[in-house]
């Protein structure tokens, strides 16, 4: 184990990485927190909160993924990078703009800059199992019956599934970049989808998005079975630290808990909140979804391809190698409900 003294975190205001820089601070780590505008406080006074509240220090710094060198001020002197950040969004104009280009663009510049500054021992990178797999159909192509670290996503293309794509890309890149030099070494993250307690109220993450729609009465009619796997937010934040530390660390980390339908994760909610949220009761005929789709935002295939087609994962490696205890997935997802009816001030409190 290696102690962390000065870490990196991009996109620090983000749902995933404020965990992940709220940890930190909890270890009396200095952190290296780069946001898009910093005069924009509102974006990460959680995070000026939990510095006051921990013995960590806090030092924010203004880059964007898309201009060049402008990691580089705030990496001066950091042992380890934690690169978070890259939009998680599904539906985009442009799938370049909006998604493939800060992914891909974005871990190129980072990790360039990484190559200039040579206190950095280490990167963390955080990719997703969409690296792994595209279309929850992929599970047939693989040659086992659950994904594992050894599976990439070979489906995704800029007009089907661009998020995916973009992730894979990116992770891709990362791995060309490390081979080529020998001074830092890479161990990335590889999570499925996040649940659990947000910190702000300001991320416009899909996992944010997902638990409003779920309890906002959009989804009131039904919801298509799509078999996700979930995680808690906080246990992906302790494999990044992990990950950080471990001297042996290595690889891919698939971060799943359990794999559950949006109606699964409905019903677990039923039970702790009863009524009190319009949740969805019923899942719609995938024929009905297929057929509205493009109304909807949704490609026929992408109905195709992953409506009705169940998944499995291999965690064991996040368990053996970094240690990771998985929390239960109905704390998971009361915590997030509890987390949203609270302010900020109370839910770091109570989290
Ligand atoms: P999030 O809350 O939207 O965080 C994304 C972060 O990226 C924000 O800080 C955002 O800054 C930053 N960002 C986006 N474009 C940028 C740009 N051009 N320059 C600088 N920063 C930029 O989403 P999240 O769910 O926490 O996702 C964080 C990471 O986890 C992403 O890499 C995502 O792919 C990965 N991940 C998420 C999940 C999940 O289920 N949530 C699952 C697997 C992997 P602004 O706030 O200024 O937009």
């Not at 042992?79 to 992914?103: C, K, R």
């Not at 205890?325 to 839910?347: Q, S």
């Amino acid at each position: 184990m290696t102690d962390l003294h000065r870490v990196l975190i991009t996109g620090a205001n983000g749902y995933v990485a404020s965990w992940i820089v709220k940890q930190l601070l909890e270890q009396g780590v200095t952190v290296h927190a780069t946001v898009r505008n910093k005069s924009n406080t509102s974006k990460y006074q959680h995070l000026l909160d939990i510095n006051e509240q921990t013995p960590g220090s806090l030092h924010v710094f203004e880059a964007d993924l898309l201009e060049s060198g402008s990691f580089e001020e705030a990496m001066i002197g950091c042992d380890v990078v934690m690169h978070t950040a890259s939009p998680f969004i599904l539906q985009v104009d442009d799938p370049y703009e909006g998604l493939i280009n800060p992914a891909l663009q974005g871990t190129e510049n980072v990790l360039e800059t990484v190559n200039k500054i040579s206190s950095v021992r280490r990167v963390v990178l955080t990719s997703s199992v969409v690296a792994i797999f595209g279309d929850n159909q992929d599970i047939n192509k693989v040659g086992h019956d659950r994904f594992t670290e050894a599976d990439w996503n070979t489906t995704s293309n800029a007009d089907h599934q661009p998020y995916p794509y973009s992730k894979t890309l990116a992770e891709r890149r990362a791995w060309q970049m490390v081979e080529v030099q020998d001074r830092w070494d890479l161990v990335v993250i590889n999570p499925g989808f996040v649940m659990g307690p947000p910190l702000s109220e300001q991320s416009g993450s899909e996992s944010i998005k997902t638990m409003q729609q779920m309890t906002d009465g959009t989804l009131k009619m039904g919801v298509p079975e799509l078999h996700n796997g979930v995680v808690d937010v906080r246990n992906v934040a302790e494999a990044h630290i992990a990950a950080a530390q471990k001297d042996h660390a290595e690889g891919r980390h698939i971060l799943v808990n359990k794999v559950l339908t949006l109606l699964e994760m409905s019903e677990i909610l039923r039970q702790e909140f009863g009524s009190k949220y319009a949740l969805p009761k019923r899942e719609l005929p995938k024929f009905l979804i297929w057929l509205v789709a493009p109304t909807v935002g949704l490609t026929r295939k992408y109905v195709k391809q992953n409506v009705g087609c169940p998944i499995a994962f291999n965690n064991s490696k996040s368990i053996e190698k970094l240690g990771i205890n998985y929390i239960p997935i109905d704390k998971t997802l009361t915590d997030h409900i509890r987390a949203m009816e609270v302010g900020t001030k109370e839910k770091m409190a109570s989290v």
